[in-house]
Nanobody, 120 residues
Framework: VQLQASGGGLVQAGGSLRLSCAASGRIFRINTMGWYRQFPGKQRELVAQITRDGTTNYVDSVKGRFTISRDNAKNTVYLQMNSLKHEDTAVYYC???????????????WGQGTQVTVSS
């Protein structure tokens, strides 16, 4: 099972980017999916999470600007980032709790990071 993230890049402050992350491999069900970010020299932090039924959770600094969503049929999670600020510059990672087979416990899977750079 793997997660493949895409959509990062360079954008001016005030601009928008949309990140995508698709899961592939042996998948029975995906529970919570989320996006984390890591600033240079800092630990990875949660940005947003979404449960299978669509309940969302955001870190305060992105509320009202970022929107997390998912397509369960495509095993994909998205992060729409609007009104980007220079301080959003970081490497963004997707994460998912994936159940590979019925009756197995979920596995925590990370995608590769994607760089988001916001110029001021």
């Amino acid at each position: 099972v793997q997660l493949q993230a895409s959509g990062g890049g360079l954008v001016q402050a005030g601009g928008s980017l949309r990140l995508s992350c698709a899961a592939s491999g042996r998948i029975f069900r995906i529970n919570t999916m989320g996006w984390y970010r890591q600033f240079p020299g800092k630990q990875r932090e949660l940005v947003a999470q979404i449960t299978r039924d669509g309940t969302t959770n955001y870190v305060d600094s992105v509320k009202g600007r970022f929107t997390i969503s998912r397509d369960n049929a495509k095993n994909t999670v998205y992060l729409q980032m609007n009104s980007l600020k220079h301080e959003d510059t970081a490497v963004y990672y997707c994460n998912a709790e994936i159940v590979k087979e019925i009756r197995l416990l979920p596995t925590n899977v990370w995608g590769q990071g994607t760089q988001v750079t916001v110029s001021s």
